[in-house]
Structure formats: structure tokens, C-alpha cells
């Protein structure tokens, strides 16, 4: 399994207060990902990393921030939580494709709730 | 800008039957198509992946998926389906035309396998 932890692994907060999730990876992978996972839609982006200091939006970016200082942790902010931010966060890791993995690896997987 | 399909949110199959997740895609250049498993309460692991080739990918698991150009498919099949395979199926694709190596994925397929 590569190395990918998230942490915390479960996390209840209230509205209207600001929560981080931190993705931490050992492969030394140049691409992060963060991923919501809902109901009926699968997985969505909300934001991407292609190296240190370097990172996109995403599908579902709305009301997220992401940081990226060092290559092998990728951390998420959600500004102010809101009840529709409740879900199940998941980061994932690739190589470029470049280097002919074409895969994305993923972590186990936050559960947030946001009452 | 790239979609997957998977018309079926739900299957139930037999013990022992044959099984068929279907998947239809867009995407605007060459497709890597990608279908991961998800068990309850756990991360995706990847079953199979298409980038080019053999258009008849075996996975892990006894899995295999055909990709078919001309239907904008990438079906997954098992001839045997065994109780430990109920779980959450997904497909992906990206591509060679995608800098984030980003992945698009659908909405997911549950199995549900009786006795």
C-alpha cells in the first residue's frame, strides 16, 4: 500500500468554525489531490497540487483553501464550515503520468461533520 | 470537459453468478480509464487501469474490464462473483491531455451479493 495518512481520521465541528485536514505522504509523489466523496456523486476535486507551492482548483473548490510547503504534506482548510461541507474527505497521491504509473493512490479517508 | 456515467447505483447479484458493471465516459482525447473498489469504511483501491494496448485489461481479483472506442465503454465483469466482493465499484478516467493527471470519476455502483 503506498503511504498515504490522513489525519484526524474522524472530526465533528460546529458551524461557522475554521477546520484543517492533513494529508501526509512517504512515496515523495509530486501530484496530491483532495477529494469529497458523497451519496450519488462519487468523488469530487476540490483542490489539486503538482508540486511545493503549486496547487489548482478543483471541481468543488467553493469554500475550501489548500497549502502545500513541503512535497510530502498537503493540507486542507475549510474558512468556515457549513453543513454542506459534511462528508467524507479523501487526498490521493499519482506520479506524473509521465513516468508511466498512470494511477492515483489514495489515504483512508476523513469523516467530517459539521453540526 | 470530461464525464463518467454509471448507469446502475444499484446491483444485487448471486453468489456464484457472472457480473457486469457498466460505464460510459467523455472525454475529449485519449482516455486512461481507471475502475476502483471501495469497501465499507475504507479507501479506493484500484482494481484495473486502460491507457492503451489490449483493449481487454485484467485486474486483480479476478476482474477484467473491456474498453470499447466506438461505445465510449469500460465495462468491468467477473464470471464469479464471491460474497467478499460486495462493495462500492467506481470508474475514472483522465488523460494524456490532462496536465493535473486529474481523474473524473462516476457516481459509483453498489454490489450487493446474496447467499
Redesign the interface.
Known amino acids: 500500500d503506498a503511504g498515504i495518512t490522513q489525519s484526524p481520521r474522524h472530526k465533528v465541528t460546529e458551524t461557522g468554525t475554521p477546520v484543517t485536514l492533513r494529508c501526509h505522504q512517504t512515496e515523495n509523489h509530486r501530484y496530491m489531490y483532495w477529494y469529497r466523496q458523497d451519496p450519488g456523486h462519487g468523488l469530487r476535486l476540490i483542490h489539486y497540487s503538482y508540486g511545493v507551492k503549486d496547487t489548482d482548483k478543483g471541481e468543488v473548490s467553493d469554500g475550501y483553501s489548500v497549502s502545500r510547503s513541503k512535497t510530502e504534506d498537503f493540507l486542507l482548510t475549510l474558512e468556515s464550515a457549513t453543513s454542506s461541507q459534511t462528508s467524507v474527505y479523501f487526498c490521493a497521491i499519482s506520479e506524473s503520468w509521465t513516468s508511466g504509473s498512470y494511477q492515483q493512490y489514495f489515504g483512508p479517508g476523513t469523516r467530517l461533520t459539521v453540526t | 470537459a470530461q464525464s463518467?456515467t454509471?448507469p446502475d447505483?444499484h446491483i444485487t447479484v448471486s453468489e456464484g453468478a457472472s457480473l457486469e458493471l457498466r460505464c460510459n465516459y467523455s472525454y475529449g482525447a485519449t482516455p486512461?480509464l481507471?475502475w476502483?473498489v471501495q469497501s465499507p469504511g475504507?479507501?479506493?483501491?484500484?482494481l484495473l487501469?486502460y491507457?492503451s494496448g489490449d483493449t481487454l485489461v485484467q485486474g486483480i481479483k479476478g476482474f477484467e474490464a473491456e474498453f470499447k472506442r466506438s461505445q465510449s465503454s469500460f465495462n468491468l465483469r467477473k464470471p464469479s462473483v464471491h460474497w467478499s466482493d460486495a462493495a462500492e465499484y467506481?470508474c475514472a478516467v483522465?488523460g494524456?491531455n490532462?496536465?493535473?493527471?486529474?481523474?473524473?470519476?462516476?457516481?459509483?455502483t453498489r454490489l450487493m451479493v446474496k447467499p
Not at chain 2, 490532462?98 to 459509483?108: E, I, P, S, Y
Open positions: 463518467v454509471q447505483i486512461y481507471f476502483y475504507q479507501g479506493l483501491q484500484l487501469k491507457f467506481f483522465g494524456s490532462n496536465a493535473g493527471n486529474m481523474l473524473t470519476f462516476g457516481g459509483g
